[in-house]
């Protein structure tokens, strides 16, 4: 199977690219713009299989989203290119229109003129998978608000962003299953709680905090730390969507959750407590926690109910929260090149002798 990967070189499409090149035997063709995000050296283990091929691409370019598709001829689409940092969407609202919206629909306007070429086998076969998230819902009731069972995100929630990026998402999700009503376009939507673990790009809470620790700079918490999220560990979610791109049934959702519930002070503590134990200094790293005045329209809670894809695909996650925060502790402890290649620009100036002035 020959599968176009969007966004490869971020969070999440490296792992998911790493999975499948290490453990399937599909191949890769992986199209990414390479933002202040993307990052090929996520991808140095599996960049020299005969299986995987790189494209910089920007998702918004018909012309050259047209190309790679003649040339590489995919079975399917994974899309995960996205902006994707909340913060930065409430800055700067219009690079999030731009590629989650405008891309998603110059993407799905590509692979419909490739998709209706084929012939009827190979148009039956055809994937569009959409990766998207659970911000698009909204929030939850939490704790503080409501006593008993609280509810969960289903594939039938009704949506309610509360922040530019994830309306942009959620606009994205609504072309994708236009695309599918009008014109019969193949497509499957997943929606995953946050996610965490190795290769994450130092502006995300987990690893803001564990570098920040390490630097003896504060640790940022917005409020009270009280927000609730669902946290799922980047590998579990990469299985996950394979099985959806090989299983899934077209037209379908499904939300994907790590059975992780934790308050956002509840994770620093626990990133604290890990560095306590492995890189001990005189002070618990928890004196650096620093509260600082919360962001506008933060949604309290987020909680997926994975129920469809486990009873219908077979899949769980394998990390439960404490095995996969102390993985990714010691993944960043072990890892300083990674890190200090990113944050000092490094890689950025290695991009730019290796593919010119436009990266």
Known sequence: MIILVSGGAGFIGSALIRDIIQNTNSRVVNIDKLT???????????????????????????????????????????????????????????????TNIVGTYTLLEAARAYWTGLDEPSKSAFRFHHISTDEVYGDLPHPEEQEGILPLFTEFTPYGPSSPYSASKASSDHLVRAWRRTYGLPTIV??????????????????????????????????????????????????????????????????????????????????????????????????????????????????????????????????????????????YLNNQDWVNSVKSGAYRNWLTLQYGEKV
């Open 190 to 331: 997943t929606n995953c709680s946050n996610n965490y673990g190795p290769y994450h790009f130092p502006e995300k809470l987990i690893p803001l905090v564990i570098l920040n620790a390490l630097e003896g700079k504060p640790l940022p918490v917005y409020g009270k730390g009280d927000q609730i999220r669902d946290w799922l560990y980047v590998e579990d979610h990469a299985r996950a969507l394979y099985k959806v791109v090989t299983e899934g049934k077209v037209g379908d959702t499904y939300n994907i959750g790590g059975h992780n519930e934790k308050q956002n002070i509840d994770v620093v503590h626990a990133i604290c407590d890990l560095l306590d134990e492995l890189v001990p200094k005189s002070q618990s790293y928890r004196e650096q926690i620093t509260f600082v005045p919360d962001r506008p329209g933060h949604d309290r809670r987020y909680a997926i109910d994975a129920t469809k894809i486990e009873a219908e695909l077979g899949w769980r996650p394998r990390e439960s929260f404490e095995s996969g925060i102390r993985k990714t502790v010691e993944w």
């Open 36 to 98: 202040y995000a993307g990052n090929l050296e996520s991808l140095i283990e599996v960049s020299n299989s005969d299986r995987y091929t790189f494209e910089q691409v920007d998702i918004c370019n018909r012309a050259e989203l047209d190309r790679v598709f003649r040339t590489y001829q995919p079975q399917a689409v994974m899309h995960l290119a996205a902006e994707s940092h909340v913060d930065r969407s409430i800055s700067g609202p219009a690079d999030f229109i731009e």
